[in-house]
């Protein structure tokens, strides 16, 4: 079974600056989708972005990047100019590609990251 | 366009008692995934349809289950509640829920078991 570990239970971060959110997980499928997710005290969870592992570019989405380093499975959320409305918890999440058995699209959760971003 | 809604935003049961939860899933959404969040953790994967089949399950006890209906729409029914059932709800639609497919979420309906 797929397991997902965010190490860091609290962050924080002045407005403007640069944040980085870690992520490994435990894997032995060499094809999967690895997600961040962040859910804002209103509690609606919403897709920050997403990598497939086939592909060995980093994905960015605006302000959004990760460090994908499959080898040693790792897979960490760098937040560039923060801003207020980043404060929330972040989750990462991993899917695997198969679509049998009982883990058909399936999303394995980290615990999370509280990110706290200070004016 | 919609996106997921929920319903109820919030319950609050006795134990031993039985609880459905609704949820409509983003127009031209054919899955529908149900995750359990207990306060502090990651949401755990409780059942996913797709199809208006059951395509995935969960590491949840018989007392949990679910079905989808014609209009794609899901309801979640837990049985004999107990206090440790007490979580958010979250509903996720998806066009076919796997892959890179992206999952859109409701706000979860928040479920309080006395």
């Known amino acids: 079974a797929q397991t997902v570990t965010q190490s860091q239970p609290e962050m924080s971060v002045q407005e403007a600056e640069t944040v980085t959110l870690s992520c490994t997980y435990d894997?032995?499928?060499?094809?999967?989708?690895l997600f961040w997710y962040k859910q804002p005290p209103s509690r609606q969870m919403i897709l920050v972005i997403r990598q497939e592992a086939y592909k060995q570019q980093n994905a960015t989405e605006n302000r959004f990047s990760v460090n994908f380093q499959k080898a040693a499975k790792s897979f960490s959320l760098k937040i560039s100019d923060s801003q207020l409305g980043d404060a929330a918890m972040y989750f990462c999440?991993?899917?695997?590609?198969?679509?049998?058995?009982?883990?058909?699209?399936?999303?394995?959760f980290g615990q999370g990251t509280i990110l706290t971003v200070h004016p | 366009d919609a996106g997921v809604t929920q319903s109820p935003t919030h319950l609050i049961k006795t134990r031993g008692q039985h609880v459905t939860l609704r949820c409509s899933p983003i127009s031209g959404h054919k899955s529908v995934s149900w995750y359990q969040q207990v306060l502090g953790q990651g949401p755990q994967f409780i059942f996913q349809y797709y199809e208006k089949e059951e395509r995935g399950r969960g590491n949840f006890p018989d007392r949990f289950s679910a079905r989808q209906f014609p209009n794609y729409s899901s309801e979640l029914n837990v049985n004999a509640l107990l206090l440790g059932d007490s979580a958010l709800y979250l509903c996720?639609?998806?066009?076919?829920?796997?892959?890179?497919?992206?999952?859109?979420f409701g706000p979860g309906t928040r479920l309080t078991v006395t």
């Open positions: 894997t032995s499928e060499s094809d999967y989708y």
């Open positions: 999440a991993y899917r695997s590609p198969h679509a049998g058995g009982t883990s058909y699209g399936k999303l394995t």
């Open positions: 996720a639609s998806s066009f076919i829920g796997q892959g890179a497919d992206e999952q859109y």
